[in-house]
């Protein structure tokens, strides 16, 4: 079976949808499954990552929010047929449209979806977008969603989808063991790409109301560092309290992820929460938002993880439990076991093979 990957973006650019495409690729590949991986960049390049090929397509329009390549449109009409089904990711991004409109292939369509946009803006034009949406959502013979709250969100939306929408949770990867370099204090540690809508601005003035041996880590890359770095500059946090330190690779994260003595997600709203479950399953204590992507998560691991849900918008409270959970003791918490990125190769299998067309079938 060949399948065709359809993304806005892939490693080494990081977020949530990159992370999960990438992790989800890179164990097809291992089994033998031939996955090509079709994005965009700002030039045109043909590569390997993990083993993965990734064909990029350089971008027409270039503006963060609304990237689209014409050329990814025109090898999609020109070549879907290559490929035994086509997987498109982000109902938030416009590189879905062209492998849902521009051919007939079997399509498989994981929108991550949060019914809304991550800007004022955006958010204003998602109803003059949704028609385009929901030509997307007629055209896919399966739709992943990765939580309960993600699937009602969608369905409530787009009601004529009920019938083909697959629950598949996202998966963990359990890290190794690095060795922690020793570090001053107590690290708190926030990953994730730098969009207001992730509400770090509510961490970074909750890092006021902790002693000074506390100092939040941000791992990421966004478009509200410098307002987030100007805040923390504001409050007297810079360079000690608050450190920002970009985009990370894998080893180097590794070893941040060992150092941490708790991890924070104050986001508004997710499809999923990667962040919270990779904490989780490396035993971190962690705290997060109280939102339903994140409730739902905290049903899945046993009853005594260390996982605090909490009011971001409550200065006070989140100060607090920040406090509590750094001062946690690691090694009384086990890891978490959830769902692993082997388990979510193994059902998206299952799923590519219920809409891809039957070769070769003879009867007698």
Partial sequence: MRIGVVTSAYHPD???VETHVRRLCSALVATGVEVEVLTQDVTGSVDSIDGVPVRRFPLTVAARDYRCSVALWRWLGRNAGRYDVLHAHSYHALAALPAALTNRTPLVFTPHYHG???SRLRAALHPIYRPLGRRIVARAGRIICVTRAERDLLIEHFPEARGRVVLVPNGTDPAPHPVASPEPGRSILCVGR?????RVDRVIRAMTRLSADHRLDVVGAGPARAEWEHLAARLGLLPD???FHGRLPDGA???RMASASAVVSASGHEAFGMAVADALTAGIPTVASFIPAHRELAA??????ALWLVNPDDEVALADTLRVAAGTDRAEHRRNPLPTWSDVMLATREIYASVAPVHGAVSR
Avoid: I
């Fill in 116 to 118: 809304t946009g991550h």
């Fill in 300 to 305: 899945m691991v046993p009853p005594g993880a």
């Fill in 253 to 255: 994260f590794q070893a």
């Fill in 194 to 198: 730098l969009e207001r809508y992730k």
């Fill in 241 to 243: 309290r608050v450190v």
């Fill in 14 to 16: 990081v977020g949530g």
